[in-house]
Nanobody, 123 residues
């Protein structure tokens, strides 16, 4: 009922930049928190950044000062601007969106994950 389309991943040299996008579509009543997570090879899922409806942000320790999360509610899209990329940022990045579905008598909450987009930082 909710589909997420991610884009913007790729190969970049150390010190470079990339911008990820994730657009939500479907039977959505409202969107609450939007975020990005990542999973590196042989590692667990790691928080990258989240942003609330009020614009409050939270960043993982390893990306603070280098990554910026933002959102466009009219387009139901969340962005992740990644600067000063390091080889250790190499991972599959997943967007996560939480909100409520449009219901007839009840708007059920939902959590949806994107399909993942590969980011590789290498010279």
């Amino acid at each position: 009922q909710v589909e997420l389309e991610e884009s913007g991943g790729g190969l970049v040299q150390p010190g470079g930049s990339l911008k990820l996008s994730c657009a939500a579509s479907g039977n959505i009543f409202k969107i609450d928190t939007m975020g990005w997570y990542r999973r590196a090879p042989e590692k667990g899922r790691e928080l990258v950044a989240t942003i609330t409806t009020g614009g409050g942000t939270n960043y993982g320790h390893s990306v603070k000062g280098r990554f910026t999360i933002s959102r466009d509610d009219a387009k139901r899209t969340v962005f992740l601007q990644m600067n000063s990329l390091k080889p250790e940022d190499t991972a599959v990045y997943y967007c996560n969106i939480q909100g409520d579905l449009q219901g007839t008598s009840y708007n059920a909450p939902f959590t949806s994950w994107g399909q993942g987009t590969q980011v590789t930082v290498s010279s």
